[in-house]
């Protein structure tokens, strides 16, 4: 199984490439969501229900999400 | 030094209000129809078509040419010319209180808001009406704001009309980054801010603290109180209030905390029938689209009573099917009938799905044919038909959708 963090890539890859973005090559825990992924608002509500259908967690439920280290927080 | 008007750092463009009159003075050529992604055109095309007495109707500027036809009828173009104007010289802002005064009564504003079934609706508005919840006065001649809206959209306009009639700078934040958004209320010292709560959720975490801000609005959405804490402590100074608004009438109420509490000037023009507010005909613009119950509109939003004297409520929720996302209201019909157009697909079920940082994400199930399709191919096709924030950003192939114990379809899934 694929581990969390190439997941959550995959994830925000499928994003970026739903609104015709350039895709991602790789992120770390340090990855800013807004300024290395280049995910807007809508971006980020639609990686939160991506991430929800398939944790069960809503990532954004206290607004502390910046980086792609603070998604793996969650859902650890 | 001449007073800033407008400042937009993403269009790299700073106008004083010497500038802004010169402008207004030189410009030769108007059309009704505004469409256009630069705030500074929207706001000067607003200000124009009162000076010349005109009526302006302003278009999102993302909306696709179809939908536009659909809007406006197909010879829109030759409808609204491109026409001369006369010439006019403004020197000082009392000019164009003048021509406000010889106009107001005649002027006319046009926008759009999602109908509850099928096409946006047109909503004219008056100068009294649009400028109703306005207040001037010398308190304000300083007050510096802080744009978070879409100036074709109701809540930005009341806004730049709040701004604009108090001779005020206005400073763009709508669709700037968050870090360029707290750099710029600092830098600009901006004093008052109005916007979503999904515009104040992407502040979050506190970075900067923002001491210049002394009053806040929002409206739309609810805000959970544990948010609104976290944003006090952003915003040391501000005093924090919660609008009632609707692109029919404007803001109508306002709250501290999620206790809105009914001024007398209101009294007559508000009627609460089975907890749904309805409010009078005179509160409205003018539109074919309200449907109107003996002069009564039906708002759809529905509150809980706390007290009866003075009139104190609570939203609870709303009895229509619009989804609101991030402050955007989308109509799950119209979103429904143009996926319905896509080759292949059978069935269709679009629905707001909770979400904590937009409030509702657009999603939707499909039932399709035997046909290969994916979720990129129908939010392609969309994009040439619907406005960005109405197409569904989580898209499931179902063999059946979903339907509530008594075969309706429910929107309120989760």
């Given at each position: 199984m694929m581990d969390k963090m190439t997941h959550i890539l995959s994830l925000i890859n499928l994003v970026l490439c739903n609104r015709g973005k350039v895709e991602i090559e790789a992120v770390n825990e340090g990855s800013h969501l807004r300024n290395d992924c280049d995910l807007d608002s809508l971006d980020l509500a639609e990686l939160t229900v991506r991430i929800e259908a398939e944790y069960e967690v809503d990532i954004f439920d206290d607004g502390f999400v910046v980086t792609v280290g603070d998604i793996l927080n969650k859902l650890n | 030094m001449d007073k800033t008007f407008f400042k937009d750092v993403a269009a790299k463009l700073e106008v004083s209000y010497e500038k802004f009159f010169i402008d207004l003075s030189t410009t030769k050529s108007y059309s009704a129809i505004c469409r256009s992604d630069s705030f500074y055109f929207v706001f000067k095309q607003i200000i124009l078509s009162l000076i010349h007495g005109k009526e302006v109707i302003l278009l999102d500027s993302d909306l696709s040419d179809e939908e536009v036809s659909k809007l406006l009828g197909k010879n829109h173009l030759e409808d609204y010319p491109i026409g001369d104007i006369e010439e006019i010289e403004i020197i000082e802002f009392s000019d164009i209180q003048k021509y406000i005064n010889v106009n107001k009564e005649t002027w006319r504003i046009t926008l759009f808001t999602s109908g509850t079934t099928g096409l946006p609706k047109k909503i004219s508005h008056t100068f009294n009406s649009i400028t109703r919840s306005v207040k001037t006065g010398n308190a304000r001649v300083n007050d510096i704001w802080g744009f978070a809206y879409n100036p074709t959209h109701m809540a930005g306009l009341q806004v730049f009309f709040q701004a604009f009639l108090n001779h005020n700078t206005i400073i763009r934040l709508f669709g700037l980054g968050r870090s360029m958004i707290t750099e710029q209320i600092n830098d600009c010292s901006i004093t008052n801010l109005s916007a979503t709560p999904t515009f104040y959720r992407m502040?979050?975490?506190?970075?900067?603290?923002?001491?210049?801000?002394?009053g806040m609005t929002t409206g739309g959405e609810k805000f959970d109180s544990k948010t609104l804490n976290i944003l006090q402590s952003m915003f040391p100074n501000a005093k924090i209030r919660n609008v009632y608004a609707s692109t029919e009438a404007g803001s109508l109420f306002s709250s501290v905390g999620d206790l809105f509490t009914l001024s007398s000037d209101f009294a007559n023009l508000i009627r609460i029938d089975n907890n749904e507010i309805f409010l009078h005909k005179s509160l409205l613009g003018e539109s074919a689209g309200i449907k109107l119950i003996n002069d009564w509109y039906a708002t759809g939003d529905l509150i809980e009573i706390y007290s009866q004297d003075p009139f104190t409520f609570k939203f609870t929720s709303r009895k229509n099917e619009m989804i609101n996302t991030g402050g955007y209201k989308v109509n799950p019909q119209e979103v429904e009938e143009s996926i319905r157009s896509f080759h292949g697909v059978k069935d269709v079920y679009v629905f707001g799905k909770k979400n904590s940082l937009l409030g509702n994400v657009v999603c939707c199930e499909i039932v399709k044919s035997d046909i290969f399709m994916d979720e990129k191919e129908i939010r392609d096709f969309l994009k040439d038909k619907l406005q960005e924030y109405k197409i569904p950003r989580f898209i499931k192939f179902v063999e059946k959708l979903s339907v509530t114990r008594t075969g309706k379809l429910s929107r309120r899934v989760n």
């Open positions: - | 502040l979050l975490p506190v970075d900067h603290i923002c001491s210049s801000v002394r």
